[in-house]
């Protein structure tokens, strides 16, 4: 066998072989056929709650475990593959199977993330909340394409997403915008996310074409679920309804159906105006209030193993996590985990993975660390 195939093949195995300790493999395999017989049973669904909480932790972990076996399948064919070419001297179909190869070692990588994503909300769907700096129609553009960059990588790895309310710029762009993100693990993926992004460009707006730079900031809150409880004394809560702006249908602009609530205590604030109706909006706008007092409580667990509060913060100077730079060159550079690229376009239209993975990565190596 090549010595890069050999390589490909050894890293490959390692990553598995963790994969199933990081599973317990034997435990998992058992909790899985247990979780099956339960789905199965007819009585379940007379708690429609509680039957799509076990749906969903049978589909997460059969979706772990079908990976690691889909794995090791592929990569004996892979092998199998590249050792019948190495014996024909083909060039042509070697490097079909190294491909194959390269592509499950990638799909390894991710795994081995995905598997670190064991925090108590990780595997929730996210609301992810977009919020202009200062700096009038250049930080509304900037949080625009925050917005769109999002978006596109939320449905390249197959969530969808749901605008739950949205202020746009007055030229351009928005001023905020809350987006519902839903798929497995989309809060573990995108938790890292919440900070400060700030872009340096060519102003498209400057007739004089100078440079400028813009801040825009981005909350991530994990949507809470029935097995959650999270007390909310009313009487703290203040309602405010308004008209809703921008597409919805026909009753924009016409009644108050938008509802926003702030949390006194803590002065959060969250609204929803995409429902067609004030109560379905205050609905929405009390299960968004509920994931960010949750967001709010992780965060102070979690204030031992690294400095969260910065993310909330002003939108401004000293307190980006993330700085894109398009003029004088091009380069995205994480402040914190020192991952950089020049593909300023891909990961503007969503290739945020290398970005992602690192600060995953960290951040549970972080909490290790403090819990030592």
Same mark, same amino acid.
């Given at each position: 066998?090549?010595?890069?195939?050999?390589?490909?093949?050894?890293?490959?195995?390692?990553?598995?072989?963790?994969?199933?300790?990081?599973?317990?493999?034997?435990?998992?395999?058992?909790?899985? /056929? &247990?979780?099956?017989?339960?789905?199965?049973?007819?009585?379940?669904?007379?708690?429609?709650?509680?039957?799509?909480?076990?749906?969903?932790? +049978?589909?997460?972990?059969?979706?772990?475990?079908?990976?690691?076996?889909?794995? &090791?399948?592929?990569?004996?064919?892979?092998? *199998?593959?590249?050792?019948?070419? /190495?014996?024909?001297? /083909?060039?042509?179909?070697?490097?079909?199977?190294?491909?194959?190869?390269?592509?499950?070692?990638?799909? @390894?990588?991710? @795994?081995?993330?995905?598997?670190?994503?064991?925090?108590?909300?990780?595997?929730?769907?996210?609301?992810?909340?977009?919020?202009?700096?200062?700096? %009038?129609?250049?930080?509304?553009?900037?949080?625009?394409?925050?917005?769109?960059?999002?978006? +596109?990588?939320?449905?390249?790895?197959?969530?969808?997403?749901?605008?739950? @309310?949205?202020? =746009? %710029?007055?030229?351009?762009?928005?001023?905020s915008a809350t987006v519902l993100?839903?798929?497995?693990?989309?809060?573990?993926?995108?938790?890292?996310e919440s900070g400060v992004h700030r872009l340096?460009?060519?102003?498209?707006?400057?007739?004089?074409?100078? +440079?400028?730079?813009?801040?825009?900031?981005?909350?991530?809150?994990?949507?809470?679920?029935?097995?959650? &409880?999270?007390?909310?004394?009313?009487?703290?809560?203040?309602?405010?309804?308004?008209?809703?702006?921008?597409?919805?249908?026909?009753?924009?602009?016409?009644?108050?159906? @938008?509802?926003?609530?702030?949390?006194?205590?803590?002065?959060?604030?969250?609204?929803?105006?995409?429902?067609?109706?004030?109560?379905?909006?205050?609905?929405?706008?009390?299960?968004?209030?509920?994931?960010?007092?949750? =967001?709010?409580?992780?965060?102070?667990?979690?204030?031992?193993?690294?400095?969260?509060?910065?993310?909330?913060?002003?939108?401004?100077?000293?307190?980006?996590? +993330?700085?894109?730079?398009?003029?004088?060159?091009? *380069?995205?550079?994480?402040?914190?985990?020192?991952? =950089?690229?020049?593909?300023?376009?891909?990961?503007? /239209?969503?290739?945020?993975?290398?970005?992602?993975?690192?600060?995953?990565?960290?951040?549970?190596?972080?909490?290790?660390?403090?819990?030592?």
């Open positions: 066998m090549r010595p890069d195939v050999e390589a490909m093949k050894a890293d490959i195995e390692q990553s598995v072989a963790l994969l199933r300790r990081r599973l317990d493999w034997d435990v998992a395999l058992r909790k899985l /056929d &247990e979780l099956n017989a339960r789905v199965e049973d007819p009585t379940l669904w007379d708690n429609p709650e509680q039957a799509q909480a076990v749906s969903r932790d +049978r589909s997460r972990l059969e979706a772990q475990v079908g990976a690691v076996k889909a794995m &090791e399948r592929d990569l004996e064919d892979g092998i *199998m593959l590249a050792e019948m070419a /190495d014996e024909e001297g /083909d060039e042509a179909t070697l490097e079909e199977a190294r491909e194959q190869l390269k592509s499950i070692k990638d799909r @390894a990588a991710r @795994a081995e993330l995905e598997a670190l994503l064991s925090g108590e909300a990780d595997g929730n769907d996210a609301y992810l909340e977009v919020n202009s700096g200062a700096g %009038g129609t250049e930080s509304n553009d900037w949080a625009g394409m925050l917005l769109r960059m999002y978006t +596109r990588w939320a449905k390249a790895h197959g969530y969808e997403t749901t605008i739950e @309310a949205m202020e =746009e %710029g007055e030229q351009a762009g928005v001023k993100i839903t798929g497995p693990n989309a809060y573990g993926w995108l938790k890292s340096v460009r060519i102003s498209p707006y400057d007739a004089a074409a100078k +440079r400028h730079t813009s801040f825009a900031s981005i909350g991530v809150s994990p949507v809470v679920d029935d097995t959650i &409880e999270i007390d909310i004394n009313p009487s703290d809560v203040r309602t405010d309804t308004y008209r809703a702006s921008g597409a919805g249908g026909q009753h924009i602009n016409k009644t108050d159906s @938008a509802v926003r609530l702030t949390h006194v205590p803590t002065n959060t604030v969250v609204a929803c105006q995409t429902g067609r109706s004030q109560h379905q909006n205050r609905e929405q706008a009390w299960k968004m209030l509920r994931a960010r007092l949750y =967001e709010l409580e992780l965060q102070k667990r979690e204030a031992a193993a690294q400095a969260l509060a910065d993310a909330k913060t002003d939108i401004g100077w000293g307190h980006q996590i +993330r700085s894109y730079v398009l003029q004088p060159y091009q *380069m995205v550079k994480d402040l914190r985990t020192e991952v =950089e690229t020049s593909d300023t376009q891909g990961v503007l /239209d969503g290739d945020l993975d290398a970005f992602m993975g690192a600060a995953l990565a960290a951040r549970v190596g972080e909490t290790r660390d403090a819990k030592n």
